[in-house]
């Protein structure tokens, strides 16, 4: 029977067709996507994973997943989508405790929130210039873990908050250290990878280094893990920020360097962070998770 299966994957691999296989039990196959890194941690496809599993396992651990956005500024326009989507498509089932890093909690959207689901206000400054946002937002969740957060949940995903849900965002994408590939950098070499490229920062990343580009819009993992990330990052920031250098893009250079050091132990595909921007390619099954189509110019304050 193994054979047979083999057998099987093997012709179709030939044939070099995009395929699904879904064998009662064992092989859950994508043929025409990478699923598995060389340091073997999965990259998350529809089609290979069954929610009815994973919630086998994640539900009766009843956890608690902390999740951050930042809705500074106009971007507060953004949070009610953010977070309505949410509540339909991501973690359904699931504690969940969204942290909202915002200048103006009395603008928070009032959104109904599944049972086990809460929202908590964290209050930043504004800042003149959007890259200000994105420079401290590695500072401002290591510090939330610090005093809140540990205690409250035992996972975290830091998310952009110009996004919506679309469909099913669940527990498949917990682990260790979780990290998303950029939907823009999917097909792109490395030689394109947007990386920091200048030795006087510490997010520099050389020629010959480097995985994938990761987004900085998904990131999360066990709260540990992205605290030691997010502690990382914050001081590479402001050794950097005393040298006058800004990584070319602020927190997710960073993000990317951390993740060459340290691996991380599950990728999630563009499905997981995509744009509505983007032309939709064969490989992509199921958008679960976009970024919205914005005017720049009306949400930045610089
Ligand atoms: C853009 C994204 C930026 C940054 C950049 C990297 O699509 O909006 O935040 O990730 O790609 O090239
Ligand atoms: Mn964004």
Redesign the pocket.
């Known amino acids: 029977h193994k054979m047979l299966n083999l057998l099987f994957i093997v012709l179709l691999m030939g044939k070099q067709s995009s395929f699904l296989i879904q064998f009662p039990f064992v092989v859950i196959l994508r043929g025409d996507v990478l699923t598995v890194t060389s340091w073997l941690a999965p990259i998350v496809w529809e089609g290979t994973f069954d929610s009815a599993v994973i919630d086998g396992i994640y539900k009766p651990l009843n956890v608690t997943i902390a999740t951050t956005v930042f809705a500074v500024g106009k971007y507060i326009t953004y949070l009610k989508d953010f977070l309505e989507s949410a509540e339909k498509h991501y973690m359904v089932g699931y504690n969940i405790n969204y942290y909202i890093f915002t200048d103006q909690p009395e603008n928070i959207p009032a959104v109904t929130l599944a049972a086990g689901r809460s929202l908590w206000s964290l209050r930043v400054p504004a800042f003149n210039r959007w890259q200000e946002i994105s420079l401290q937002r590695m500072s401002f969740i290591r510090k939330a873990i610090e005093e809140q957060i540990r205690k409250e949940a035992s996972f975290i995903f830091c998310l952009?908050?110009?996004?919506r849900f679309d469909n099913h965002w669940g527990a498949e994408a917990l682990g260790n250290l979780v990290a998303v590939i950029h939907p823009w950098f999917y097909q792109a070499s490395r030689d394109s990878f947007p990386y920091e490229r200048r030795p006087e920062s510490l997010a520099y990343v050389h020629a010959d280094e480097g995985d994938f580009y990761y987004g900085g819009?998904v990131f999360g993992g066990l709260i540990d893990e992205v605290y030691k990330l997010t502690g990382t990052c914050e001081e590479h920031l402001v050794i950097d920020k005393g040298k006058d250098i800004e990584a070319v893009w602020q927190e997710e250079s960073h993000l990317n360097w951390y993740f060459i050091y340290n691996k991380p132990t599950k990728l999630l595909s563009m499905e997981y962070l995509w744009s509505d921007e983007k032309v939709k390619i064969t490989e992509l099954k199921v958008v679960r998770l976009s970024?919205i189509k914005k005017n720049l110019a009306a949400v930045r304050p610089n």
Request: glycine letters at 0%; zero cysteines.
């Open positions: 952009d908050v110009d996004m819009a970024t």
